[in-house]
C-alpha cells in the first residue's frame, strides 16, 4: 500500500476545523483533523509532510513519526504539531481499515467498553469563528436549541446542572472567571468579581448537592497569586479539578500552584509532544493530564504520554472541545487507556454541528460514550461536506512532488 494523494479540507463556516484526507493506491483514506491555526497547519502538511510521506506505505507509522513534524516545532503545540497530529490520525485510521479492527482494538484492545462523559459547559457556537481564546468567542447572541449551555452556566447554572443529571451526565466543566480575568490582565481579581465568580457552583451544589462533580477552567488566563486564590477559594465546592489555572509556559508555576491548594490541578491539553509531558509529571504535583489529540502528536503520541503518565500514577483525560474527528478518536483511546476514566465532550456541538459534517459518531448513552466496530476511526465526513460552496479542498498527489 502506498500513500498517493493527501488532501485537506476547510469550510468557510467553520474557520477554525482542518480536515486532512490522506489517499492510498487501495482505495483506502484516512480520515484526520486538527483545530485553530488551520491555514498555517495546512501549509505544513503540504510543504512537508506530503512530499516526505507520498509513495510510502501509511501503515509503517512509528517509522514516519520524525519525519511528521520537521527540523523545527518539536516544541509546544504549533503549526508543525498540529499538522503531525493530524497526518497521524489519518495513518491510524487507515491501518485500522486494512485490517478490518476499530481503532481501539487495533491498539491492543479494551480496557473498558464505555467511558463516563462530562460535558463541557459551551453553546452550539463556542469558537466556530474567532481563532483567538476568550469571552469574544463565547457566542452568547447566537441561540441555536436547548442546550446553549455556556449562556446557561453564567446565568443559570443550577438548571444546566439538573439537565445534565436527566441525561445520566454527571460531570461539567464551566469558566465563569474568564471576565474578571480580561478585565485586568490576569492580574488581580476583585473580592466582588471573585464573589460573581463562584455564584455558579453554589448554585450547582445547592440544587444537586455532590451528584455533580464540578470542574473549573481557568484558560491560563491568571497569574499565579491570583490563580492560587481562586482555586483555594474553590476549595469548598470540592471541584474534581482546576484546569489551566496559569499560561502553559513555565512549568514551575504550575507545581506552585498545585501545593499551594487543596484544589486538585489539571493541565496539558496545550502543550506539545512527550518531552512537554514529562516536565509537567516532573512537578510530582498534578492530579490530571489532559492532552488533545490534534494537538499533542496525534495517536502515536498520546498513548505513549498515557502510558508514562501511569508510572507516576497519575490519571489521564483527552481534550474534545474542537471538532467530530477529534472526539471520536478520543473515546477510542479512552476505551483502550487503563488510566483514563473520563471523556470531555459538548453536548451542544454533539448534537448540533458534529452531526452537520460527520457521521460515525461515538454513541452516548446514560452519560457515558462508547464507539461502534466499524474499521479504524469510524467517522467519516459527510458527502455533502465536500459539495459545499464554502469548502476549500487543497491537494498535493504524486506529480507535485
Excluded at 472541545?321 to 483514563?340: D, E, K, M, R, Y
Amino acid at each position: 500500500m502506498k500513500v498517493t494523494d493527501i488532501e485537506t479540507v476547510r469550510l468557510d463556516s467553520f474557520p477554525n476545523i482542518l480536515w486532512v484526507r490522506v489517499h492510498t493506491d487501495e482505495g483506502i483514506v484516512g480520515l484526520g483533523e486538527t483545530f485553530y491555526g488551520t491555514q498555517a497547519a495546512e501549509g505544513h502538511i503540504h510543504q512537508t509532510v506530503a512530499p516526505y510521506l507520498i509513495g510510502k506505505d501509511p501503515r509503517n507509522i512509528e517509522r514516519h513519526q520524525a519525519h511528521l513534524t520537521g527540523y523545527l516545532g518539536f516544541g509546544g503545540s504549533g503549526a508543525e504539531v498540529r499538522g503531525r497530529s493530524a497526518i497521524d490520525i489519518a495513518l491510524w485510521d487507515i491501518l485500522g481499515k486494512s485490517v478490518g479492527l476499530p481503532l481501539c482494538d487495533l491498539l491492543g484492545g479494551r480496557v473498558r467498553d464505555s467511558v463516563k462523559a462530562y460535558n463541557t459547559c459551551a453553546g452550539y457556537s463556542y469558537v466556530q469563528t474567532r481563532p483567538t481564546q476568550g469571552t469574544a468567542n463565547f457566542g452568547l447572541d447566537a441561540k441555536r436549541g436547548q442546550y446553549e449551555d455556556l449562556q446557561g452556566f453564567l446565568t443559570r447554572a443550577d438548571a444546566v446542572a439538573e439537565s445534565l443529571l436527566e441525561m445520566g451526565i454527571t460531570a461539567m466543566k464551566i469558566w465563569p472567571f474568564d471576565y474578571a480575568a480580561e478585565k485586568s490582565g490576569g492580574q488581580f481579581i476583585s473580592s466582588e468579581d471573585l464573589k460573581k465568580g463562584l455564584e455558579p457552583f453554589e448554585r450547582i451544589r445547592k440544587a444537586v448537592g455532590d451528584r455533580m462533580d464540578i470542574m473549573a477552567e481557568l484558560h491560563s488566563l491568571w497569574n499565579r497569586p491570583m490563580a492560587t486564590r481562586i482555586a483555594r477559594e474553590l476549595e469548598q465546592f470540592k471541584p474534581l479539578w482546576v484546569e489551566d489555572p496559569v499560561m502553559m509556559d513555565h512549568m514551575g508555576s504550575i507545581g506552585e500552584v498545585a501545593r499551594s491548594t487543596r484544589s486538585p490541578i489539571a493541565v496539558g491539553e496545550t502543550r506539545g509532544l512527550m518531552a512537554d509531558y514529562r516536565y509537567l509529571l516532573e512537578l510530582n504535583a498534578l492530579s490530571l493530564l489532559i492532552m488533545d489529540m490534534s494537538w499533542c502528536g496525534g495517536v502515536s503520541e498520546a498513548r505513549k504520554i498515557a502510558g508514562m503518565a501511569s508510572t507516576y500514577h497519575t490519571p489521564v483525560a483527552f481534550h474534545d472541545c474542537s471538532g467530530p474527528v477529534v472526539l471520536t478518536v478520543s473515546t477510542h483511546l479512552a476505551l483502550h487507556t487503563q488510566n483514563c476514566f473520563v471523556q470531555e465532550m459538548v453536548r451542544a456541538f454533539y448534537y448540533g454541528w458534529y452531526g452537520e459534517v460527520v457521521e460515525g459518531l461515538p454513541t452516548l448513552e446514560n452519560g457515558r460514550l462508547s464507539v461502534s466496530d466499524a474499521p479504524g476511526t469510524g467517522v467519516e465526513l459527510r458527502a455533502d461536506v465536500l459539495k459545499r460552496t464554502d469548502c476549500r479542498r487543497r491537494s498535493t498527489a504524486q506529480a507535485d512532488v
